[in-house]
């Protein structure tokens, strides 16, 4: 009863301003010049001068509408969700940000915060659905959220994260969705000094993997299908790189491995991964094949193996893992691309051809 009148007081907050923006109005128009309105900030508010957004291979399937059974696309669709730019305005009530710093803004832009997973710190589980950032439920102005590929944002301060000094913050973008999806099973799964850690697909996740699981001291290994890329994954950290579709490679490695994050969203074997863990080994999934995949039950009971999945990170983690990023000087290898060339890089994300994550320079919109 209160929380309904809430939602209807702040449904009422009507009071905006246009910003500019890159839409797609269909699943087949590409993506082209918008205008959308954001809130004026409310007490609990930041707004943030967008600087630069990375493209993730996500914005590419909700704007073809590719999830359409269970994540179907709202149009005009502004996606966007690795944002990084400066405050410009904050509310009366905004503690920890001031005008002139550089914040971060991830994957969801709210919660429920009542629920045991908000409660925990673990929003991105939230039982009533975190609010994403793109395409998501608006419940406050009503409709559905845009995301970064805009030159501002306005979001309650405890879903704002602050950005290191120091760090690249065009580099630092992809850390909101790339990095948390990579950290938080490398840190949940304890990965660290003494432990054999695979990293499968050599990607925008991938690539993020490898530096995290090196940076956490562990032994790495990548594994990829293209051998060309064994050079970019050493000096990335790789400390050996295997080619996976070399079955006397893959054999040599049987039940050698601690970890494995498996970072490929295409269709491929799992069963070909989870030999290669040892007795109590964990193979955590983070991309996403459309097809469910078939596992081999054996494999997994032999060696008392484990397979799991994992989704971004909670407010809290996504902090630490800037912080982390900060004192490491670790950032994302990108490209930076202009807004009017997205439709292109979509085109290229699609034959994995970027190095390792495209980011838009948003000064280009302006
Ligand atoms: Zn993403
Ligand atoms: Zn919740």
Redesign the pocket.
């Known amino acids: 009863m209160l929380d309904t009148e809430v939602i209807t007081k702040e449904r009422s907050h009507s009071v905006t301003f246009p910003s500019k923006a890159f839409a797609a109005r269909s699943a087949t128009s590409g993506l082209g010049p918008f205008t959308i309105e954001r809130r004026t900030p409310r007490a609990q508010d930041v707004q943030i001068e967008i600087l630069f957004c990375g493209v993730c291979h996500s914005d590419l399937h909700q704007v073809r509408d590719e999830w359409n059974a269970v994540m179907p696309t709202v149009y005009p669709c502004v996606p966007g969700h690795e944002i990084v730019g400066r405050v410009v305005k904050v509310g009366s009530a905004v503690k920890r940000f001031k005008e002139g710093d550089i914040a971060g803004v991830g994957c969801m832009v709210d ?9 925990a710190g673990e ?1 991105q ?6 609010t994403l950032t793109y395409n998501g439920e608006d419940k406050i102005l009503g409709g559905v959220t845009y995301g970064g590929y805009s030159d501002s944002v306005v979001v309650d301060e405890a879903y704002v994260l602050r950005v290191p000094n120091g760090l690249d913050p065009a580099g630092a973008a992809p850390l909101l969705c790339a990095g948390i999806t990579t950290y938080s099973p490398l840190r949940t799964w304890n990965v660290g000094k003494g432990q054999k850690v695979g990293i499968v697909g050599l990607g925008g996740l991938g690539h993020m993997g490898l530096k995290f699981a090196k940076a956490f001291g562990a032994h790495v290994a990548l594994f990829t299908t293209s051998p060309k890329k064994t050079a970019d994954a050493v000096r990335l950290g790789a400390d050996e790189v295997i080619v996976s579709t070399d079955n006397a490679a893959m054999q040599k490695y049987s039940g050698s491995f601690d970890f494995i994050l498996d970072a490929v969203s295409a269709d491929h074997d799992l069963n070909a991964y989870l030999q290669l863990l040892k007795l109590d080994g964990t193979m955590t999934l983070v991309g996403a094949p459309s097809k469910p995949a078939r596992v081999s039950a054996f494999n997994l009971i032999m060696k008392r193996r484990r397979l799991a999945g994992s989704a971004i990170g909670g407010i809290r983690e996504t902090q630490e893992m800037l912080d982390f990023c900060g004192e490491k000087g670790i950032t994302a290898d990108i490209e930076l691309i202009k807004i009017q060339q997205i439709n292109q890089a979509y085109e290229r994300l699609l034959k994995s051809d970027v190095k390792y994550r495209f980011v838009i320079d948003m000064a280009s919109l302006r």
Do not use: D, T
């Open positions: 919660s429920c915060r009542k629920c045991p997973s908000c409660l929003e589980f939230c039982e009533n659905f975190m």
